[in-house]
């Protein structure tokens, strides 16, 4: 019988200590909760419910619901609960759009959710009963039209409803497989193998408790760059704390770490066009100094999969190269980034193969020393492919060095799941990543972190779609808000000025939010990106005159 897990994670998705502690006569009131007796006890609606034995968190079974254009694939259960008591609802979940809930409570049901993950992953919620509650049905289930999800190790803490069946806690055993992943200057990521039972891991540098996380993995940060560091994890629940694993040795980066080159702390993003499309025309010389980073937009493919090139556009009125490569150099100076961006609406470069990403790599670093670019914009609004595009921009790292300025322009749709590939490509690139400048415009309603559904041109949508990324993993300073700069700049998805300096400060400092208010702030949110300059150019600059002051006087 697998153990009881009880993993506190917030309802923003992010993995926190656990909150409330079990008392000692705790026990897990759900029956094969393992699915080891295979959906006894469990029904699942419109036989979408099934048991598989990969992949699995722990024991020889799980759970796989597969959902159908009308059906979420819920699998539920009864449980015997006493009134008047609290609960913690756990899960281990692998797939898109998976939900754990509890409903009949006698108070206030509940629910959480994930946009999902390509690995095992820890979803939960408490609950308490009424007066006269003394059943209560808790579920898990996936989304219309999604591909199927895995669910184990279910999970409902708390005192003995007499249902029987229950399963007494145990300290959980040590964990296995701790490794060191990427490093920079100040951070080292871990991971490790999940332990079952376990309600949450204490970590340890040198001996010394440093963090206490309710996931298989942690950044640990505030290190020493080219400083060697020993870690190791323990495993934790109400009925205690495990031995220490087996130690890891880490060193951090000599400096840099996260690209970024000299961009500010928080930072404009603009994109400038290469094209004339009824915005005003500019050079860069004209682009105002409240943009930090000036992306030219576009580079053009070629007919070598993953190369690119760069042609001037005459309508842009420069009388020649070297005049339009002294603007950037004039930039330069003055303290701004100007990149490259690779893609928008039309373009279609293809990384998809070893040759390819070289291709992408080698022509990219070209054109930086011929024009005197700082970095790249990836904005493939066309689909990418997450290994090929990382194993690109990693070669085109290890060439261009740390001061690498690397954005990136995805879709909103491309950053509803960490499993998607522009968000497993953010991922895989954080040790390089400057900014991720989501498109919050030309896109339909899309779920937040606490899985409502907001509609574009709102605070709301800018926020809670924002709170995605920041609790998916990447750094508050690898995340930007991309606006239009007018009505005229996007088909669909403007908002005044004043609405993304308001949605700056509900992220930053936790004031001036809508209806959504994030579960913590995140002061060292990158800053901003328009579509764009030129579009900017033409309202009179109105967006950079607001929004960059707000931008630079972020705490």
């Known amino acids: 019988m697998k153990g009881a897990l009880a993993v506190t994670a917030a309802a923003t998705l992010g993995v926190t200590a656990l909150a409330t502690t079990a008392q000692a006569a705790d026990i897990n009131v759900a029956k094969n909760a393992g699915f080891e007796s295979d959906l006894s006890n469990w029904t699942c609606s419109a036989g979408t419910g099934s048991v598989v034995g990969s992949p699995v968190h722990g024991g020889a079974k799980a759970l796989k619901g597969t959902p159908t254009a009308?059906?979420?694939?819920?699998?539920?259960?009864?449980?015997?609960?006493?009134?008047?008591?609290?609960?913690?609802?756990?899960?281990?979940?692998?797939?898109?759009?998976?939900?754990?809930?509890?409903?009949?409570?006698?108070?206030?049901?509940?629910?959480?959710?994930?946009?999902?993950?390509?690995?095992?992953?820890?979803?939960?919620?408490?609950?308490?009963?009424?007066?006269?509650?003394?059943?209560?049905?808790?579920?898990?289930?996936?989304?219309?039209?999604?591909?199927?999800?895995?669910?184990?190790?279910?999970?409902?803490?708390?005192?003995?409803?007499?249902?029987?069946?229950?399963?007494?806690?145990?300290?959980?055993?040590?964990?296995?497989?701790?490794?060191?992943?990427?490093?920079?200057?100040?951070?080292?990521?871990?991971?490790?193998?999940?332990?079952?039972?376990?309600?949450?891991?204490?970590?340890?540098?040198?001996?010394?408790?440093?963090?206490?996380?309710?996931?298989?993995?942690?950044?640990?940060?505030?290190?020493?760059?080219?400083?060697?560091?020993?870690?190791?994890?323990?495993?934790?629940?109400?009925?205690?704390?495990?031995?220490?694993?087996?130690?890891?040795?880490?060193?951090?980066?000599?400096?840099?770490?996260?690209?970024?080159?000299?961009?500010?702390?928080?930072?404009?993003?603009?994109?400038?066009?290469?094209?004339?499309?009824?915005?005003?025309?500019?050079?860069?010389?004209?682009?105002?100094?409240?943009?930090?980073?000036?992306?030219?937009?576009?580079?053009d493919a070629t007919s070598t999969p993953g190369q690119i090139s760069f042609t001037l556009d005459p309508a842009v009125g420069y009388t020649s190269a070297a005049d339009f490569k002294a603007d950037i150099a004039a930039k330069r100076a003055a303290g701004k980034s100007v990149i490259l961006s690779v893609g928008g609406e039309k373009g279609s470069v293809s990384v998809n193969s070893d040759a390819s990403a070289t291709a992408f790599?080698?022509?990219?670093?070209?054109?930086?020393?011929?024009?005197?670019?700082?970095?790249?914009?990836?904005?493939?609004?066309?689909?990418?492919?997450?290994?090929?595009?990382?194993?690109?921009?990693?070669?085109?790292s290890a060439k261009a060095g740390a001061k690498l300025v690397l954005t990136m322009a995805p879709q909103t749709i491309d950053m509803q799941s960490t499993s998607g590939e522009y968000f497993k490509t953010a991922l895989n690139v954080k040790d390089i990543l400057t900014v991720v400048n989501m498109q919050y415009y030309n896109s339909g309603s899309m779920l937040g972190c606490d899985g409502k559904v907001y509609s574009q041109g709102s605070i709301d949508f800018l926020t809670a779609l924002a709170c995605i990324q920041l609790e998916g993993g990447l750094d508050p300073s690898q995340v930007g808000l991309g606006v239009p700069a007018s009505t005229r700049g996007a088909g669909s998805g403007y908002v005044d000025p004043s609405v993304v300096n308001n949605a700056l400060d509900c992220l930053t400092r936790g004031t001036g939010c809508g209806s959504f208010k994030p579960a913590r702030t995140y002061p060292g949110l990158r800053g901003a990106m328009t579509w764009s300059t030129n579009w900017d150019a033409t309202a009179g600059n109105a967006w950079s005159n607001s929004v960059g002051p707000k931008v630079h006087s972020l705490p």
Not at 129 to 148: C, D, K, M
Not at 363 to 368: K, N, R
């Open 361 to 396: 790599a080698d022509s990219a670093y070209s054109l930086m020393q011929q024009y005197g670019f700082d970095g790249v914009d990836i904005d493939l609004e066309n689909g990418l492919n997450s290994t090929y595009m990382s194993k690109a921009l990693h070669q085109l």
């Open 70 to 299: 009308q059906d979420t694939a819920q699998c539920s259960q009864a449980v015997a609960v006493k009134p008047n008591s609290t609960y913690t609802l756990s899960s281990w979940v692998q797939g898109s759009y998976v939900y754990l809930g509890a409903s009949g409570t006698g108070t206030t049901d509940v629910s959480t959710w994930t946009p999902g993950s390509s690995g095992w992953q820890q979803l939960s919620t408490t609950f308490t009963t009424g007066a006269n509650t003394t059943s209560v049905t808790v579920y898990t289930h996936g989304w219309y039209g999604q591909s199927a999800y895995y669910a184990d190790d279910v999970s409902v803490l708390g005192p003995d409803g007499g249902g029987g069946g229950g399963d007494p806690v145990v300290v959980p055993a040590v964990p296995a497989g701790l490794a060191a992943g990427t490093a920079t200057s100040s951070s080292v990521d871990l991971s490790w193998n999940p332990v079952s039972g376990a309600t949450g891991y204490n970590v340890y540098r040198d001996g010394s408790k440093v963090a206490s996380v309710g996931g298989a993995s942690a950044t640990v940060t505030g290190l020493a760059a080219a400083t060697s560091y020993s870690f190791q994890v323990s495993a934790t629940n109400s009925a205690g704390e495990s031995a220490k694993s087996a130690a890891v040795a880490a060193r951090t980066a000599a400096s840099g770490g996260g690209g970024g080159g000299t961009v500010p702390k928080h930072a404009v993003t603009g994109y400038w066009q290469n094209f004339n499309n009824g915005a005003t025309v500019q050079k860069l010389r004209d682009v105002p100094s409240q943009y930090d980073i000036i992306a030219v937009s576009f580079a």
